[in-house]
């Protein structure tokens, strides 16, 4: 792996939730790589959390406490995000491409312009960007 990598929200929700992969998702987190993302991330992350807590799977305390921890996260240094009006030329024509939901696509958009591996737990994205794109890799 790369000393910069770019990874999804599936893999970033893992740090706040009860998820498989949780474990492997914080080593990405502490393992001294520098991680990107698009900026989009720290909104699908609190609205992973607040999903969470409307369908009663995480207790309103449990989710105000994780949905702090995220925004102390994506506020420091520990991520840098990338700006999504940058991204969102390359992230519409792969979108089209690959027929595939543009959020998605820009974290490829992103880890295309990093020249670095995108990494995701989202099984169906891998399959559908892998082929075109090799450096979408499983967690």
Do not use: N
Not at 91 to 104: G, R
Not at 119 to 126: G, H, N, V
């Amino acid at each position: 792996m790369s000393s910069q990598i770019v990874l999804d929200a599936s893999v970033a929700a893992k740090w706040f939730l009860t998820e498989a992969g949780a474990d492997k998702a914080t080593d990405i987190l502490e393992g001294g790589a520098s991680v990107a993302a698009p900026a989009l991330i720290a909104v699908e992350i609190a609205a992973a959390i607040t999903r969470r807590h409307r369908v009663g799977e995480l207790p309103e305390a449990q989710a105000e406490l994780r949905l702090a921890e995220a925004r102390d996260l994506f506020g420091s240094t520990a991520i840098v995000l990338i700006d999504d009006i940058a991204l969102l030329p390359r992230a519409s024509e792969i979108a089209i491409a690959l027929k595939h939901p543009l959020q998605d696509c820009l974290y490829i958009a992103c880890a295309e312009k990093l020249g670095v591996d995108l990494i995701t737990a989202d099984p169906k994205f891998l399959e559908r960007a892998a082929p075109q794109f090799p450096f979408v890799r499983s967690l």
